[in-house]
């Protein structure tokens, strides 16, 4: 009778001891890999938010430009200083803005 409780004693600390791992698991995947890329997500989309024309860019594909309009998820782009390069491109392409006021400091 003694054996078969120590058994099962035994059993249910390891598996509240595994519980207790699983736990610490998903509470260091959470700090240390969710919470930054969220924060990275906020970022990025208080930069977007804050695009005005006549800010400087740079797209995912390290072309740098300025912005000419802005639409809904629609941007307008001048390339290099021909007047004819106004490309469209979707404001995720963005990756870093660069407001005129800093560009003078």
């Not at 260091?28 to 990025?44: A, G, I, L, S, T």
Request: glycine share 4%; charged share 20%.
């Amino acid at each position: 009778m003694f054996s078969i409780l120590a058994t099962e004693s035994a059993s249910s600390a390891g598996w509240i001891s595994m519980v207790v791992w699983l736990v610490i698991l998903f509470a260091f995947m959470y700090f240390f890999m969710v919470r930054p890329q969220k924060k990275e997500q906020q970022k990025k989309n208080s930069m977007l938010a804050e695009l005005a024309v006549g800010d400087t860019i740079l797209t995912t594909s390290g072309f740098y430009g300025t912005v000419i309009d802005i639409a809904d998820d629609t941007v307008i782009v001048e390339f290099g200083s021909n007047k004819n390069c106004r490309i469209p491109m979707q404001k995720a392409a963005i990756s870093a803005v660069e407001k005129p006021e800093e560009a003078a400091e």
